[in-house]
Each structure stands twice: as structure tokens, then as C-alpha cells.
């Protein structure tokens, strides 16, 4: 968007700590993903808020992957959101991996247990929960809280070695028992964990826990803003407590909203769920809010940022109407998408006029938004064409304007059309419309003074692509698929594929290319999917011209 707009909570920050000179006005933030599934919508938000903050203020951003979880993550989710933050349009200064701090986090391990600061605990999972209290009542000590020194730094030791089985024990921050703030409560610093890490393989058996890896990480890295989702507010003491103990660089937590949307789901382990179960084809489904399925479904990373940037940043949770999404793809659409013709329900159109074995070229804009028309194809005319079976009837209301026994209409960029007759099957199926043209009603040159109503688009029958076509709609029934005491599979939208196997489309849609947006005018946005063969080619439909459930929302 290009409106000038004032300045969001984060930004105000940025700006007063370059006045005062903090950090020499320099501006470092990073995107901190887990791979452990693939990036939705919910991510771009804090990929353009971090990527956006840094090229605002001539900083920069680091992409690291918070990857201290050894069993839930592989590389192919690293390489899915490296793919993605960059189609997104973003680039990264560094690429870095918590991982690859293992060693300087067990140094800073060490030095807390020499401070006093942390200890081994031996007690059981079950035993440190109920140790903890209640917010209102201070918990109790572990026995193992008071251990020496030097018998931490032999059992830390040990733990790393592999001396102990997973869970047999774990190092705790020695804290404050009776903090208000539960998360001060002696946390976990590190658990053992047997298990293969994507990166470390079997170097490590130790693995830190996300408060004892993100604050430090981003010290390492110098980062200046470290702005995350509100969740996290209650971890900022915490946070903030290893960064003092430790007298390593001050980087400064900050915290906004993350992105919820209706219709849809925002949380990487649900949307693996949706996966494994089969109610999608993959993490890359049209259906799917990731930004590898919204890639796929035909909306553009100019669309995305748009988006992110008009929901803003804000400080409390919301919920933004995923047809808000859906207004920004058609506005850019509408800029850029080629307009062609297709014929997604078809049926014959003979014009008995027009000389057998005749055909011609008309001309066609692609696009009357773009300066010039973005250029022109050659459309080919011929007598027999693929019109859209709901545009006609047999016996038409009086408001419509499309085709009937008697009635004129033009087809777009060619002739103007009076239907004379039909014919049907046994069944009553109408097989083929019959109609007569007016040569001279030629669209560019029309002198047959007739003015008809309705216009119809077309494809000529031996010049037609053939096609499947998928059309999409939301996956949940529901608009908050996820609420508390909901089991999301129980709200899956039945109907959110519809598979459309003969579409007729002109011939120049053979050659389409991934990821350039068409619009199938009068039928929405379409993009050629990642399924599509020479000769068995696979549309998806984007996004319909204009909001159908906005409509459908009124009528009640
Ligand atoms: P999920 O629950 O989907 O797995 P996550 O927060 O665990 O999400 P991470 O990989 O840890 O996923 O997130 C990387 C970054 O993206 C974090 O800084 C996180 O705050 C941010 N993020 C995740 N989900 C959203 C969202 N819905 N809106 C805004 N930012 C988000
Ligand atoms: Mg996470």
C-alpha cells in the first residue's frame, strides 16, 4: 500500500531507540521459525512485520530456525520456509540455527551453575508440577535444590555424557519459588532427550528448553528487536533474568498479536494433523492457509504483504475475516491477471449462418487495467462454440439477458447472437443451442446499430484447450474451526473441492505458466496447477470475482 499510515506500537519503539542512540541506532531483528511444518499465513504476518521493520530503518534480519526440538523437525520444512520467505520477497542476512549453538548455550549453562544460579533436579516431571504451587501460593523446594556447586557441575556433566535416561533429570534455573510469575518458578533449562537431531544427529543428548535458547540466541546475534506473539509476555521476565545473569548483549523482547482468521486454522500441529488424517492432499492443498498451498492456489506474494500490512499491528487479539484476504488477491489480480475465456460448464452453440469450415482471429485484450491492455491475443471464431449452459434458457424470466428462443446477446469480442432454436436428448438435457449472428455487429467495427443487454464468453469448439478445473471454498463450516472445546475435524467443510473434468478454454492456456494469475472472465482468478501435464492440464480457481459468501451471509 502506498497510503502513508502512522506509525505502529513497534515501530514508535524502533524510533525512540534510534533518537536515543540505543544499540548506535543500528536495527537487528530476526524471523524465528520451528521446522517442524510448513509456514502459514499467520507466519507472514511476522515475516513482513520483522523483514519490514529491518529494510524500514536499513537494518537487517536474521532467518534462524529455532530447531532445539530433536524430534519434530526435518530439513524438508527448513528448505519449505527458506522457499517461502524468499517467494514472499524477503531476504535474509544470515541463516542460522539454534542448533548450531548447542555449545556456547551448555557454556552458559555452566556458568550459571557456578553462579549458583541452576541446578540438577532429579525429581520426576510429575513431582515439579506439584511443586510449583498456584499462582496464589508459593511453591515448594525441590530436595535437590540446595545441591553444591561442584556436584551440579559433575551431574550436568554426566547428563551430557549419557549417563541418564530421558527424563531421569533435568537442570533448573534457581529462581524465585514464590514469583507471581509461574514461568520464574525455577524453570527448565534443559531436558534429556535420546533421540536423532536433524542437524546434530547424535552429538547431543541434552537439549535446551525454548526459554533457555531464544533470549540467548538472540543475544549471539547481537538482534536489537526481538518481537514476537503475545503468548510470550508471561517469558519476558524470564527471558530478561538469563540475559542479566548471564551479562550478555541486552536484546529486548517485544510482543504483538498474532494473526487468527476465520474459516481456517493457525497452528502448525493442527495443520499436520489435517495432513496426516488425509482431509488434505498435503501441506500444500489449495485449502490450506500455508504459504506453499496459497502459492499453489494462485494468490500472489504482492497480495500477501498487502494483507499483512493492512491488518496492522496490534496489540490484542482479534480475529480478521479471512475475506479480507481474499479482497486483496482480487485487487492485485485485477492489475496483473491475463483475462481469457472459459467455458466451465459447456454447452454447444452452432451459428447456422456462418460458412461451414470458415474460422478467424478476433483480437483481445489481456488485460483493460494495464496501460495499452498489457498487449492482445488472437482469439479464434469459428461456427461452432462452447458456451456456459447457464446462459441460456429455455423459458427465460423477464430480467434476463442472456440467451433464450428469440433473444439477442453478444459474445464477447466477436458477434452479436439471436438464438433461433434448440435441440434436446430423450432425457431433456439441451445438447446444442442454434443461433444466427449479424456480420456486421463485428466487436471494433459494429454498425448494426442493435444494442443487446448481456454479453457471454465463449470458446470455439475446434480451437478449445480441454481442462480440469478445481474450484475451492473454505475447509471449515465453521468460523472458528478451533475454538476452545472444539474438535476441528468435526466442522471440515464436505463441499470445499469441486472437480470440474471438461473445461474448455482458448488454445493459448496450453502454454500457461505456473504462478501467472488469468482471469476467466465472468468466472474468477485462475492459476495453472502444480498437476498440470501437456495435454492433461489442471486449473485452480483462485478466488471468485466477488465475495459469494458475503452475499449468501445476507440473504441469511
Ligand atoms: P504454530 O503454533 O503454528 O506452530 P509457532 O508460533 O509455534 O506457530 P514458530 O515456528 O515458533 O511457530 O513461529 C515462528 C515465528 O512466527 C514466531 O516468532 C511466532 O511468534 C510467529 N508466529 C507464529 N504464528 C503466528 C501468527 N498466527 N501470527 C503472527 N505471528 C505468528
Ligand atoms: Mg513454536
Same mark, same amino acid.
Given at each position: 500500500?502506498?497510503?502513508?499510515? =502512522? ?37 507472514? +504476518? =511476522? ?75 532429579? =525429581? ?7 511443586? +510449583? ?33 530421558? @527424563?531421569? +533429570? %533435568? ?8 514469583? #507471581? ?7 527448565? $533449562? ?28 538472540? =543475544? ?13 509476555? #508471561? ?52 485449502? $490450506? ?22 491488518? @496492522? ?27 481469457? $475465456? ?31 491492455? @498489457? ?20 423459458? #427465460? ?40 449472428? %449479424? ?19 465463449? %470458446? ?5 484447450? +480441454? ?88 440473504? @441469511?
Amino acid at each position: 500500500m502506498s497510503e502513508e499510515r =502512522s506509525l505502529n506500537f513497534i515501530e514508535e519503539i524502533i524510533e525512540e531507540d534510534i533518537r536515543s542512540g540505543k544499540h548506535g541506532g543500528r536495527v537487528h531483528t530476526r524471523f524465528p521459525p520451528e521446522p517442524n511444518g510448513y509456514l502459514h499465513i499467520g507466519h507472514a +504476518k =511476522s515475516i513482513c512485520l520483522n523483514f519490514g521493520l529491518a529494510k524500514k530503518y536499513n537494518g537487517l534480519t536474521n532467518l534462524r530456525f529455532d530447531d532445539t526440538n530433536p524430534e519434530k523437525e526435518e530439513t524438508e520444512y527448513v528448505d519449505s520456509i527458506k522457499e517461502d520467505v524468499r517467494w514472499l520477497g524477503f531476504e535474509w542476512a544470515n541463516e542460522l540455527y539454534a542448533s548450531d549453538y548447542f555449545e556456547q548455550l551448555y557454556e552458559f549453562a555452566l556458568k550459571l551453575i557456578k553462579k549458583g544460579r541452576a541446578y540438577v533436579d532429579d =525429581s520426576t516431571a510429575e513431582e515439579i508440577a506439584s511443586q +510449583k504451587g498456584t499462582p496464589t501460593e508459593p511453591g515448594t523446594p525441590s530436595p535437590y535444590r540446595d545441591r553444591s556447586v561442584e556436584e551440579n557441575l559433575r551431574l550436568f556433566a554426566e547428563m551430557r555424557e549419557g549417563k541418564y535416561t530421558d @527424563g531421569e +533429570k %533435568v537442570l533448573r534455573a534457581r529462581i524465585d519459588l514464590a514469583s #507471581p510469575n509461574m514461568h520464574m518458578r525455577d524453570p527448565l $533449562m534443559y531436558r534429556i532427550r535420546h533421540a536423532e537431531h536433524h542437524r546434530t544427529g547424535n552429538t547431543w543428548c541434552i537439549y535446551p528448553m525454548y526459554d533457555f535458547a531464544h533470549g540467548q540466541s538472540d =543475544s549471539i546475534e547481537r538482534i536489537t528487536h526481538s518481537v514476537c506473539t503475545l503468548e510470550f509476555i #508471561p517469558h519476558r521476565a524470564l527471558y530478561d533474568w538469563f540475559i542479566e545473569e548471564l551479562e550478555i548483549f541486552p536484546s529486548r523482547q517485544y510482543e504483538f498479536a498474532r494473526l487468527n482468521m476465520t474459516y481456517t486454522l493457525m497452528s502448525k500441529r493442527r495443520l499436520l494433523q489435517l495432513v496426516n488424517e488425509g482431509f488434505v492432499n498435503g501441506w500444500d492443498d489449495p485449502r $490450506m492457509p500455508t504459504i506453499s498451498a496459497l502459492r499453489r492456489r494462485g494468490y500472489t506474494a504482492a497480495s500477501i504483504r498487502d494483507f499483512c500490512e493492512r491488518i @496492522g499491528v496490534a496489540k490484542r487479539e482479534n480475529v480478521i475475516d479471512v475475506s479480507l484476504l481474499e479482497f486483496c488477491v482480487r485487487e492485485d489480480l485485477n492489475k496483473t491477471a491475463w483475462r481469457r $475465456m472459459a467455458v466451465l460448464d459447456p454447452v454447444k452453440l452452432v451459428i447456422t449462418n456462418y460458412p461451414e469450415g470458415q474460422h478467424e482471429l478476433l483480437e483481445g485484450e489481456n488485460n483493460p487495467e494495464e496501460e495499452g491492455g @498489457g498487449g492482445s491475443r488472437q482469439i479464434p471464431f469459428s461456427k461452432e462454440l462452447w458456451i456456459e449452459r447457464d446462459d441460456f434458457m429455455e423459458n #427465460p424470466t423477464k430480467k434476463y439477458f442472456r440467451l433464450g428462443p428469440g433473444l439477442m446477446v453478444r459474445l464477447k469480442h466477436a458477434y452479436i447472437i439471436k438464438c433461433e432454436d434448440f435441440v434436446k436428448d430423450e432425457s431433456g438435457n439441451i445438447t446444442e443451442i442454434r443461433c444466427t449472428y %449479424v456480420p456486421e455487429s463485428k466487436s471494433g467495427s459494429d454498425t448494426s446499430g442493435i444494442h443487446v443487454k448481456g454479453t457471454i464468453h465463449w %470458446v470455439s469448439v475446434p480451437h478449445a484447450a +480441454k481442462a480440469e478445473v478445481r474450484l475451492y471454498d473454505r475447509l471449515f463450516l465453521s468460523e472458528e474451526p478451533a475454538a476452545e472445546g472444539r474438535d476441528f475435524r468435526e466442522h471440515i467443510n464436505p463441499e470445499s473441492l469441486q472437480v470440474l473434468p471438461d473445461v474448455y478454454m482458448e488454445a493459448d492456456l496450453a502454454r500457461a505458466e505456473q504462478g501467472r494469475g488469468y482471469q476467466f472472465i465472468r468466472k474468477g482468478y485462475f492459476t495453472l496447477d502444480k498437476d498440470s501435464k501437456p495435454g492433461a492440464l489442471v486449473f485452480n480457481r483462485t478466488v471468485t470475482l466477488k465475495d459469494t459468501w458475503a452475499k449468501a451471509a445476507k440473504k @441469511g
